[in-house]
């Protein structure tokens, strides 16, 4: 039988999962929304389904590997913290097990997806990378000498929670003002809300139904119709996304910055304004141009990314 691992990606909104060979190709997916107080049920429930499409595909399954959103205890593989999401059984290497006698690998999602695109990806061959997953919140994978930093407990690289205004808006993780809180995908929902009470003629609401359903969708498809609330709002929101990946440099200087997520869609009127205060912050301070990618797996990243961990850490 063929050889290959499963990867799961594990997001805020959706749990993907496919069968992963071992040049990164993606023979089969599946997804399924999170249930934001069950993670790990849906881990198993995809976990298994692919266990028995493999089977009926002819592949061997020598590993799974698990990216999940929130901080992660590596040598054990249990969530310590989820900020965004809860699972029902942190344990969640355990909870695999129990059900597969194949090795297990359990990692933070963008650290997965970041050893994705360096394996795979818009990173490929760079040996200091960071990527920032642009999604509900703000996951963040580091990459330095080739080897992923994880920190002591496994919670490191966790760059969406820096501080940003330690008077700003309330974070899932308990402090104020964090990154994610200026420039994912629900600061930009919690902005256009905002606005719209100034604009309630704006473009935004012809997507939404009301302005407490608003998603960081609406206000990109907005912008693309040139709503002005709609841009000022992802202007504002890539202002802070370049703030933070000049911290970000200030940090690590890496060779690239490599941008994933669903809030990447929301194209350059985020990501233009992104790059733009990138380039004046590090201009200031006499660095070099820094590299910004897009990454190039796209939905894949996290799935690909998992399961190139478990091909070099488990196989």
């Known amino acids: 039988m063929n050889k290959a691992v499963i990867g799961v990606d594990v997001g805020g909104t ?20 999170t249930d934001p107080t069950a993670g790990t049920k ?17 592949y061997d399954i020598r590993a799974i590997g698990v990216g999940a959103a929130g901080f992660i205890d590596w040598s054990t593989g249990a969530v310590t913290f989820a900020p965004n999401l809860e699972y029902d059984d942190p344990h969640v290497a355990d909870a695999l097990r129990a059900r597969t006698s194949v090795p ?24 200091d990378i960071v990527l920032l997953t642009l999604g509900t919140g703000i996951g963040s994978g580091l990459i330095s000498g080739g080897r992923l930093v994880r920190g002591a407990t ?26 994610e ?10 902005m256009a809300r905002a606005a719209l009470l100034d604009d309630p003629a704006s473009t935004i609401l012809s997507f939404a139904t009301s302005p407490a359903t608003v998603t960081a969708r609406d206000v990109a498809r907005a912008a693309r119709e040139y709503d002005e609330t709609a841009r000022t709002v992802l202007r504002t929101a890539g202002r802070y996304l370049g703030i933070g990946m000049s911290n970000v440099a200030n940090l690590f200087d890496p060779d690239a910055i490599v941008l994933s997520g669903s809030v990447v869609k929301a194209g350059e009127a985020y990501l233009g304004p992104a790059r733009d205060m990138l380039v004046e912050m590090t ?29 070099d850490e488990a196989t």
Request: glycine share 14%; proline share 4%; hydrophobic share 50%.
């Open 154 to 179: 496994g919670a490191g690289a966790e760059l969406g929670h820096m501080v940003i205004d330690p008077d700003g808006p309330p974070c899932g993780c308990g402090l104020r003002g964090c990154f």
């Open 181 to 190: 809180q200026f420039a994912s995908g629900q600061a930009i929902e919690r």
């Open 42 to 58: 849906g881990i198993i429930f995809v976990v298994e389904d692919l266990l028995r499409r493999a089977v009926d595909l002819g």
């Open 283 to 311: 201009a200031l301070q006499r660095r070099r141009p820094m590299r910004i990618d897009v990454a190039m797996l796209e939905e894949d990243a996290g799935i690909v990314g998992a399961a190139a961990l478990a091909f």
């Open 14 to 33: 959706g749990t993907k999962a496919g069968i992963v060979a071992a040049d990164g190709n993606v023979i089969a997916r599946l997804e399924r929304p």
């Open 104 to 127: 297990i690998v359990v990692d933070n999602d963008a650290n997965a997806a970041a050893w994705g695109e360096r394996r795979f990806g818009a990173a490929r061959g760079l040996d």
